[in-house]
């Protein structure tokens, strides 16, 4: 990427404006040589240093997250267990873009989220003084969500096509609270291996959708709160995808602090359904079958040249070459789809009719 424009905030905060060269825009701020989101507000070692210093309380949770790794998510389970209510929150308290001292007129127990890099979480939770649960998730599914939502704000941080996104999130230029998914998920992992006074829970986004309700479970032991199987019950068909996508429709999702992005603050998070899973998995086997069409081409040529060269030697082999060629038909139906499949019978029914 060129850089197109460039100007300074301050001796240590840059706004940067960046384009690659296929006109794909890029706006982030750096600071100290890290990337952080254009919407951190003024400063960012202003933001930074309040965020150190945050007020903590016994009874705080502060959820950790790289972007786009199901915050909001986890965020309402946790907030469901801690207060004991069923109610949707479209509000996550996210401590680099609000006003910290408004978090001290926020009753307790208080629930705060974050996107930022382990080095710049606040110093009482480094000392084990809250809980944190950092949820992970896999990198591609990241990107491909981050992309989507992305696209579908307005005032957005990135300009352009899923190929110079992908190639920015690859590297430590991209759009993020500290550093790249590489730089947060390392950072993150050694801290808590290193260090033994963080209060911290580990979860897995594809551990949680494929078990909630044991993942519910580990969430209201860590916080040390007693729940009934029926009230967990009910709180996992709450954060259902359907459930969460039709309550963040209301007025509850929408967010004050998002008003720019478009439909008065609320945010696209709720975005993936069945529909885009059968997409993905098309793609994923299309591609896959494309690298073997190849191979399994003239794997297929040379046995069937091997059947003609047995049966003329052999006529009792004729049967066989006839069941060969059946097989490799079904074969190609199943694996090549449509396309594949009436390339390869069309190559296959040539052979035949030369035998």
């Not at 996210?94 to 606040?122: C, G, N, Q």
Request: proline fraction near 3%; hydrophobic fraction near 40%; charge should be positive.
């Amino acid at each position: 990427m060129q850089l197109d424009t460039y100007t300074r905030v301050s001796l240590v905060m840059e706004l940067v404006k960046k384009t690659d060269d296929q006109g794909n825009r890029i706006i982030l701020k750096r600071y100290r040589g890290r990337v952080f989101h254009k919407d951190i507000p003024g400063n960012v070692g202003d933001q930074l240093e309040k965020v150190e210093n945050l007020q903590c309380r016994p009874d705080d949770v502060l959820l950790c997250t790289f972007p786009k790794s199901g915050t909001h998510w986890v965020y309402n389970m946790t907030r469901m267990l801690q207060t004991k209510r069923i109610q949707y929150g479209g509000a996550l308290n996210m401590i680099e873009f609000e006003d910290i001292s408004a978090f001290d007129h926020v009753k307790s127990p208080r629930l705060f989220s974050t996107h930022l890099t382990y080095p710049f979480i606040p110093k009482a939770a480094k000392k084990g003084d809250l809980k944190l649960i950092y949820v992970l998730r896999n990198p591609k599914d990241v990107v491909c969500s981050y992309f989507t939502y992305m696209d579908r704000i307005e005032c957005t941080s990135y300009i352009g096509n899923f190929d110079g996104f992908l190639k920015s999130f690859l590297t430590e230029e991209t759009i993020s609270c500290g550093g790249s998914w590489f730089t947060h998920t390392r950072e993150w992992n050694s801290a808590i291996r290193d260090n033994p006074d963080l209060q911290v829970l580990l979860l897995q986004y594809e551990s949680l959708k494929k078990d909630l309700y044991k993942n519910l479970q580990k969430i209201a032991s860590f916080l040390e709160i007693d729940h009934d199987e029926k009230f967990l019950r009910t709180v996992e068909s709450t954060v259902s995808f359907q459930s969460l996508k039709t309550l963040h429709g209301t007025r509850a999702g929408e967010n004050r602090l998002y008003i720019n992005y478009g439909d008065n603050g609320r945010l696209p998070i709720y975005n993936k359904g069945k529909g885009l899973n059968l997409i993905k998995t098309f793609c994923i086997v299309y591609c896959f079958l494309w690298v073997l069409s190849p191979s399994l081409y003239v794997l297929s040529a040379t046995l069937i040249d091997s059947l003609e060269t047995l049966s003329t030697c052999l006529a009792c082999l004729q049967v066989v070459r006839i069941w060969m060629l059946g097989f490799f038909v079904v074969f190609f139906f199943f694996f090549f789809f449509f396309f594949f499949f009436v390339v390869h019978f069309f190559i296959i029914y040539v052979f035949s009719c030369c035998f």
